[in-house]
C-alpha cells in the first residue's frame, strides 16, 4: 500500500518538528531523570557499595519516571488545536498513526534517557561493561513504555485532571518492564548471565509493538467522541 | 438455550431474573462458608509446620481465587461490552471491579498476616503471589479512577473497557515477571495452600469455601449490576412503570 | 476452650477470619444500601417528571 510509509513518517515528522521549536519539551524530562537520579545519593547517603548495589534500579525507576512525565503531554497539543481530530478522521490506518506517534515519543524521550544513562551509570560507580546491558535494557524498555504509555495517554487525552491517573493506568503495565529491565543490570553487576531478562525485555517490546497500537487507536476514538 | 441468554441479555429480564436468584445464591454461599468455616478451623488435622495457622488459607485462598476471577469477569464484561456493544456487559464490568479490588484487599490483608510467623515481617517483597495482588490491586486502582474521571457513562464504558483488556493481557506477563524476580531473591518463601498432596481433611473444607465465595460474589455481583442497570436504564419505560406502577401517582 | 486458641496463632487465624466477615459484610451493606438510594433517588425524579405533566 503506497501511502502506509508517508503517513507513519509525516506523524514522526511532525512530532520531530514541534519537538525542534519547542525543546523544553524533550529538556525538561532529560533534567528530571538526572535529577531524580541524584535524589537517591542525597537521601541514602554516598557509600559506594550502597550507590553500586542501588544504580540499575535507581536509573531504571528515574527512566520510568521521567517517561511518564513526557507522555502526559504526548497528545495534548494535537489535542487543544483540534489536529487530533483530524488524525483520527484520517483515511490512513489508526494504529499506524498511533505507532507512528509513539516512535516519535521514543525518538523524543526515550532515546535521550538511553543516550544520557551512561553519565548517570558512572555517577552509580557502574563499569562500563555493565553500562552496555544498561543501555540495551534500557533501549528495549522505553520502547515498550512508549508504545504502553501512548495508550494511557489516548484514554486520558482531554480529562482535566489526567496528570496523576495517566501514572495510575500505566504503571502496574509498567512493572514487567522495570522488573525485566533493572534486574537484568544487576545480575549483569554480579556477574550472572542476562541472556532471559535481554529476550524477555525484547518479547515484551515485539508484542507491544503488534498490539498496542491497535488499542491507542481505540482509545484515541473513545476519548475523542 | 439461545433465546434464554438472548433475554437475559435485556436490562428488564436480567432485572427481574437477578432479583430471584440473589437470595439462593447468598443462601447457598453461606452454606458453603459456614461449612468450610467449621470444618475448616476445627476439623482439619493441623499442619505439620505451622500448626493451626495454616488455616489462614482458608480464607486467604478464596479471597486470592475470586481477586483474579473478577478481574476475568472484568474483563469478558468490558470486551464483550466493547465488541458487541451490550449494555449488560458493561454494567457487568462496572459492578465486578470494586468487588475485585475487595477481595483484592482482602488477599492481601490474610496473605500478611500469615506470613508474618513465617517471615517475621508484615510484608515480604520476595513472596510473588503476595506481590502479584498487590500489582493486581493497583490495576483496580486504575480502573476505578479511569471510570470515575470520566462523566459520560457511554464513554467511561468503553474507556475503562480498553484498559481493563490491556490489563487482561498483562497479568500473566505480571506474574510471570514477578515470579522470576522473586526466583532471583535468595531464600525466598512461598506462601504454600499445601500443595497439591494435600489431606482431603484438609481440601475439602477449602473447596467449600471456595464455592462459597464464588457464590457470594455471584450474588454480590448481580446485586451490583442491578443497581447499574436501574441507573442506567432510568429513562426507560420499563424502569418508570417499576418504580410508578400504572395506577399510583398523577 | 483450647480449640479456639488454634496453638499459639489465634490472634492470626481469629483476626483474618473476622476481617474476611468485616470485609464481605461490608460488601453486601454496600451493594443494597447503593440499590436503596439509587431507588429512591428514582421515586423523587420519575414522581416529579409525573407531576409536572
Known amino acids: 500500500m503506497p501511502g502506509l510509509l508517508k503517513g507513519f513518517s509525516?506523524?514522526?515528522?511532525?512530532?520531530?518538528?514541534?519537538?525542534?521549536?519547542?525543546?523544553?519539551?524533550?529538556?525538561n524530562p532529560?533534567?528530571?531523570?538526572?535529577?531524580?537520579?541524584?535524589?537517591?545519593?542525597?537521601?541514602?547517603?554516598?557509600?559506594?557499595?550502597?550507590?553500586?548495589?542501588?544504580?540499575?534500579?535507581?536509573?531504571?525507576?528515574?527512566?520510568?519516571?521521567?517517561?511518564?512525565?513526557?507522555?502526559?503531554?504526548?497528545?495534548?497539543?494535537?489535542?487543544?488545536?483540534?489536529?487530533?481530530?483530524?488524525?483520527?478522521?484520517?483515511?490512513?490506518?489508526?494504529?499506524?498513526?498511533?505507532?507512528?506517534?509513539?516512535?516519535?515519543?521514543?525518538?523524543?524521550?526515550?532515546?535521550?534517557?538511553v543516550l544520557v544513562s551512561p553519565l548517570i551509570a558512572v555517577t552509580y560507580r557502574m563499569p562500563a561493561d555493565i553500562v552496555g546491558v544498561m543501555m540495551l535494557t534500557l533501549a528495549l524498555g522505553t520502547v515498550s513504555?512508549?508504545?504502553?504509555?501512548?495508550?494511557?495517554?489516548?484514554?486520558t487525552v482531554g480529562l482535566n485532571r489526567s496528570n496523576a491517573l495517566l501514572s495510575l493506568l500505566i504503571l502496574p503495565l509498567a512493572m514487567p518492564v522495570?522488573?525485566?529491565?533493572?534486574?537484568?543490570?544487576?545480575?549483569?553487576?554480579?556477574?550472572?548471565?542476562?541472556?532471559?531478562?535481554?529476550?524477555?525485555?525484547a518479547a515484551y517490546?515485539?508484542?507491544?509493538?503488534?498490539?498496542?497500537?491497535?488499542?491507542?487507536?481505540?482509545?484515541?476514538?473513545?476519548?475523542n467522541e | 438455550m439461545w433465546s434464554f441468554l438472548h433475554k437475559l441479555a435485556s436490562p428488564p429480564h436480567f432485572y427481574g431474573l437477578s432479583a430471584k436468584m440473589i437470595p439462593w445464591l447468598y443462601a447457598a454461599g453461606l452454606v458453603a462458608i459456614a461449612y468450610g468455616t467449621v470444618a475448616g478451623l476445627f476439623y482439619a488435622p493441623a499442619d505439620e509446620e505451622m500448626?493451626?495457622?495454616?488455616?489462614?488459607?482458608?480464607?486467604?485462598?478464596?479471597?486470592?481465587?475470586?481477586?483474579?476471577?473478577?478481574?476475568?469477569?472484568?474483563?469478558?464484561?468490558?470486551?464483550?461490552?466493547?465488541?458487541?456493544?451490550?449494555?449488560?456487559?458493561?454494567a457487568v464490568a462496572a459492578g465486578a471491579?470494586?468487588?475485585?479490588?475487595?477481595?483484592?484487599?482482602?488477599a492481601l490483608i490474610t496473605g500478611s498476616i500469615w506470613g508474618r510467623p513465617m517471615w517475621g515481617t508484615w510484608w515480604e517483597w520476595g513472596d510473588p503471589r503476595l506481590t502479584s495482588e498487590l500489582l493486581m490491586l493497583f490495576l483496580y486502582f486504575g480502573y476505578l479512577a479511569l471510570r470515575a474521571a470520566i462523566d459520560d457513562t457511554a464513554k467511561a464504558d468503553k474507556?475503562?473497557?480498553?484498559?481493563?483488556?490491556?490489563?487482561?493481557?498483562?497479568?500473566?506477563?505480571?506474574?510471570?515477571?514477578?515470579?522470576?524476580?522473586t526466583s532471583l531473591h535468595q531464600g525466598s518463601t512461598l506462601l504454600k495452600a499445601g500443595g497439591p498432596g494435600m489431606h482431603p481433611d484438609m481440601l475439602y473444607p477449602l473447596l467449600a469455601m471456595i464455592l462459597g465465595f464464588v457464590l457470594l460474589f455471584a450474588a454480590l455481583l448481580l446485586a451490583r449490576v442491578r443497581t447499574e442497570v436501574l441507573h442506567r436504564e432510568r429513562r426507560t419505560r420499563w424502569v418508570r412503570k417499576l418504580i410508578m406502577p400504572a395506577g399510583e401517582a398523577a | 476452650m483450647e480449640i479456639f486458641m488454634m496453638g499459639k496463632y489465634s490472634a492470626h487465624v481469629w483476626s483474618s477470619f473476622g476481617i474476611t466477615a468485616v470485609v464481605l459484610i461490608i460488601c453486601v451493606l454496600q451493594a443494597h444500601r447503593r440499590h436503596r438510594i439509587v431507588l429512591s433517588d428514582l421515586r423523587v425524579r420519575i414522581k416529579a417528571m409525573e407531576s409536572e405533566q
Open chain 2, 97 to 106: 471491579a470494586p468487588l475485585g479490588a475487595w477481595f483484592t484487599f482482602l
Open chain 1, 30 to 113: 532529560l533534567f528530571f531523570f538526572a535529577m531524580v537520579a541524584s535524589l537517591f545519593p542525597l537521601a541514602t547517603g554516598p557509600s559506594p557499595e550502597q550507590l553500586m548495589l542501588n544504580g540499575p534500579g535507581v536509573v531504571w525507576v528515574a527512566a520510568l519516571l521521567a517517561t511518564l512525565l513526557s507522555l502526559n503531554s504526548l497528545f495534548l497539543s494535537d489535542f487543544e488545536d483540534g489536529s487530533l481530530d483530524q488524525i483520527i478522521l484520517s483515511p490512513q490506518p489508526l494504529p499506524l498513526l498511533g505507532l507512528g506517534k509513539a516512535a516519535a515519543h521514543w525518538l523524543l524521550s526515550g532515546l535521550p534517557l
Open chain 1, 10 to 27: 509525516a506523524i514522526v515528522r511532525r512530532d520531530l518538528l514541534l519537538a525542534w521549536k519547542r525543546p523544553g519539551d524533550v529538556l
Open chain 2, 51 to 90: 500448626n493451626d495457622g495454616f488455616r489462614i488459607i482458608y480464607v486467604h485462598v478464596p479471597a486470592a481465587f475470586i481477586s483474579m476471577s473478577a478481574y476475568m469477569v472484568m474483563a469478558v464484561g468490558a470486551g464483550i461490552g466493547l465488541i458487541w456493544r451490550m449494555k449488560l456487559a458493561h
Open chain 1, 205 to 223: 517490546c515485539m508484542l507491544a509493538l503488534t498490539l498496542a497500537p491497535f488499542a491507542t487507536a481505540a482509545a484515541l476514538k473513545i476519548s
Open chain 1, 145 to 155: 513504555l512508549s508504545l504502553l504509555g501512548a495508550i494511557g495517554a489516548a484514554l
Open chain 1, 178 to 201: 522495570l522488573i525485566f529491565g533493572a534486574r537484568t543490570v544487576s545480575l549483569a553487576a554480579a556477574g550472572d548471565p542476562v541472556a532471559a531478562g535481554i529476550y524477555f525485555l
Open chain 2, 159 to 181: 474507556a475503562s473497557a480498553v484498559l481493563a483488556l490491556v490489563g487482561a493481557v498483562n497479568i500473566p506477563i505480571i506474574h510471570f515477571s514477578v515470579e522470576w524476580w
